[in-house]
């Protein structure tokens, strides 16, 4: 069975740092663009980073400096690194692996994994 698992999620004050984890079973991850996306309480899910499966990296403007996507295919993992966060940050994160990174965000996501809260309040 093929599945996406992220985790690393909690809460956070303004400034600090989180990294995100995606765990892919049942494929290799080595052969697909895998991109992160966040959605806010009554917002849209948007993708705000892709990385390539050769390691091309693209981000949002929103997060561009401050967020780090990377992927160990040893592993089968990918990982975001978040740094600085900001209250706007709050939301789920997803992991989702797919064919290619259209810009920052994967086209098409086919595989979703479940989502991990993250939370950014003094």
């Known amino acids: 069975q093929m599945q996406l698992v992220e985790s690393g999620g909690g809460s956070v004050q303004p400034g600090g740092s989180l990294r995100l984890s995606c765990a892919a079973s049942g494929f290799t991850m080595d052969e697909y663009a895998i991109g992160w996306f966040r959605r806010a309480p009554g917002k849209e899910r948007e993708g705000i980073s892709c990385?390539?499966?050769?390691?091309?990296?693209k981000y949002a403007d929103s997060v561009k400096g401050r967020f780090t996507i990377s992927r160990d295919n040893a592993k089968n993992m990918v990982y975001l690194q978040m740094n600085s966060l900001k209250p706007e940050d709050a939301a789920v994160y997803y992991c989702?692996?797919?064919?290619?990174?259209?810009?920052?965000?994967?086209?098409?996501?086919?595989?979703w994994g479940q989502g991990t809260q993250v939370a950014v309040s003094s």
């Open positions: 990385i390539s499966s050769s390691y091309s990296i």
């Open positions: 989702a692996s797919g064919r290619y990174c259209s810009g920052y965000t994967l086209y098409p996501p086919s595989l």
